[in-house]
């Protein structure tokens, strides 16, 4: 818009942009035309973010009233669309990290488990939204440094073409291609850098103000997950206790079980050979042996 006014009050002077154009050589001309493209671009970049930045903070907010009156954020469902803000995807990236736990949730372990899924999803969530907060922000940096760099090569080529066309009989017609590549150059390059270095800050403001609402945000959700989790671990045990006190009043009474008593089978005697007896063998029985009268002195007294 600078760039366009200056143009117009230039065009209207007596000697406007179209002579200094005019007077410029075929380098000077190509840089002026890139800088001019750049300015070009920067303004759409700029008025294109900035429609972004309030469109994405309008659906946020709304977005996030309407979650005020909803009764559990568990129980959404959300179409996997690309129209979704970034306060519904980070919803939508919980509740889907959540279904994979749902009523299988007993104790502390199961929540911490659960908001452990939940909790990393939630991060990867963020991720990919600054990812898209950050968009046209490396635009309007490049052309924050790089506009005046491409101002001062056409200054520099300018001056150039100046020191060439000095002799002792220069005249101004020859220096006027040099002095006015130089001077429209420069002033291109600072028309496009001074723009863009005031909506890249400001834009990068908003975008730094956004994140922030995004991470607060997110860890309000987790809370909320958190407390809703344990509401439901307690309505699941609340349930499972009124199941056991009720169980008994009909169950059949339980009969006891005699024990059993296993009977022997009787089994007949298997006949064996007897074996035989043994005979005894006699003993021969006999009298001592006579010992001769002479040997035992007495012996026939003894008889």
Known sequence: M??????????????????FYEQMDAPGRAVAGVLLLCSFIGWGAMIQKWSDVQDVRRRNHA?????????????????????LCPYEYLVAEATTAYQRHKG?????????????????AIQRGIARTLVKYEEKMVLLSSLVSGGPFLGLLGTVWGVMVTFG???????????????SGALVTTTLGLLVAIPATFGYNFLLTQVKIMTTELENYASSLADRVELELEAEVRLN???????AAHAPA????????APVVVQPVYQAPVATPAAPVPVPTPIPTSTPA??????????EDAR
């Open 2 to 19: 600078i760039l366009h006014t200056l143009s117009l009050h230039l065009a209207s002077s007596e000697r406007g942009i179209a002579w």
């Open 63 to 83: 977005f996030e009233g309407r979650l005020r009156n909803e009764n559990a954020v568990t129980s959404l469902n959300f179409p996997r669309s690309a129209g």
């Open 104 to 120: 299988k949730m007993t104790s502390r372990q199961d929540i911490a488990l659960c908001m452990g899924h939940v909790e990393n």
């Open 165 to 179: 066309a000095l002799s002792e009989k220069a005249t101004i017609s020859m220096l006027a291609p040099g002095v």
């Open 237 to 243: 045990l609340e349930a499972r206790a009124q199941q």
């Open 250 to 257: 009909y169950a059949a009474p339980v009969q006891p079980v």
């Open 290 to 299: 006579e010992p001769p009268e002479d040997s035992i002195p007495g012996w």
